[in-house]
C-alpha cells in the first residue's frame, strides 16, 4: 500500500530532550515536506526537500532541523525542544517537483507535547 | 493579501442540502488547486485537483476564476460523512511549496 509513516503517533517530552520524528514513504517520490499544525494558524510549512541531500526552509523552521540522506526518508530534528513546539505535524510528499502540480500525500500525523 | 484566505465557518447544513465554499487566492501565477479534506485531528486528504476552469467528481464540482483569482468547492446532496474541514491549496510562489488555507468547517445534521 502506497502511503506515507510517521513516527512516533504521540508523544511527550520535556524542555531541552533531544528528539526525532521519522518519516518514511514508499512511493519512490522526490518531493517531501514537513507541516505543523495549530489552532487557527492552519498548516504551516518548515522544511522541505526537492531530492535526496537537497532541502530548504519553509516558513517555521526555527528550531528544527531535517536531513534527507535517502529517498526515502525525511526525520525532523528538534535539538532542544521547548513548549511553543507543541503541535500536530505532518509530513508529506510528492512525485516531482513542489508538489504544486500533484498535491500531496501525508503521514498520519505525530501529536508532540513538550513539557 | 493573504496568500489564501477561506471562510473559516462553520457552515452547519441539513442533510441533502447543497453548499458552497470560496477561496481567495494571491498567487496569479499558480497553474494547479486544490481542495483538502481534514477531518478532526487527521492528515488532510486529497479531495480533488482543478487544472482548468473546472473540475467535477460525483457529488463535488470545484471551479476556478483566475481573473478574479478565486476557486469554489460546491457540494450537492450533502452527506453526514461530509462533515469535516476543507482546505483550499494554492501553490506558493516559488511553486516550490504548496499554500494551505485555514479551512473551512463544515457540519452536516440529520
Known amino acids: 500500500e502506497a502511503q506515507v509513516t510517521q513516527n512516533p503517533r504521540y508523544l511527550i517530552t520535556v524542555t531541552g530532550k533531544k528528539l526525532t520524528v521519522t518519516c518514511s514513504q514508499n512511493?519512490?517520490?522526490?518531493?517531501m515536506s514537513w507541516y505543523r499544525q495549530d489552532p487557527g494558524l492552519g498548516l504551516r510549512q518548515i522544511y522541505y526537500s526537492m531530492n535526496v541531500e537537497v532541502t530548504d526552509k519553509g516558513d517555521v523552521p526555527e528550531g528544527y532541523k531535517v536531513s534527507r540522506k535517502e529517498k526515502r526518508n525525511f526525520p525532523l530534528i528538534l535539538e532542544s525542544p521547548s513548549p511553543n513546539q507543541t503541535s500536530l505535524y505532518f509530513c508529506?510528499?510528492?512525485?516531482?517537483?513542489?508538489?504544486?502540480?500533484?498535491?500531496?500525500?501525508f503521514g498520519s500525523g505525530t501529536r508532540l507535547t513538550v513539557v | 493579501r493573504k496568500e489564501v484566505e477561506q471562510d473559516p465557518g462553520p457552515f452547519n447544513v441539513p442533510e441533502g442540502a447543497t453548499v458552497a465554499f470560496n477561496c481567495t487566492y494571491s498567487?496569479?501565477?499558480?497553474?494547479?488547486f486544490f481542495w483538502y479534506r481534514q477531518d478532526c485531528r487527521k492528515e488532510p486528504k486529497l479531495l480533488m485537483s482543478?487544472?482548468?476552469s473546472g473540475n467535477e467528481d460525483g457529488r463535488f464540482t470545484a471551479q476556478l476564476n483566475r481573473a478574479s483569482q478565486y476557486i469554489s468547492l460546491l457540494i450537492r446532496d450533502s452527506k453526514l460523512s461530509d462533515s469535516a474541514t476543507y482546505l483550499c491549496?494554492?501553490?506558493?510562489?516559488?511553486?516550490?511549496?504548496?499554500?494551505f488555507g485555514k479551512g473551512t468547517s463544515l457540519l452536516v445534521t440529520p
Open positions: 482543478v487544472y482548468s
Open positions: 508529506a510528499s510528492s512525485p516531482h517537483g513542489g508538489g504544486a502540480k500533484y498535491g500531496y500525500t
Open positions: 512511493m519512490n517520490h522526490e518531493y
Open positions: 491549496v494554492v501553490p506558493s510562489g516559488s511553486g516550490y511549496a504548496l499554500n
Open positions: 498567487n496569479s501565477a499558480s497553474q494547479s
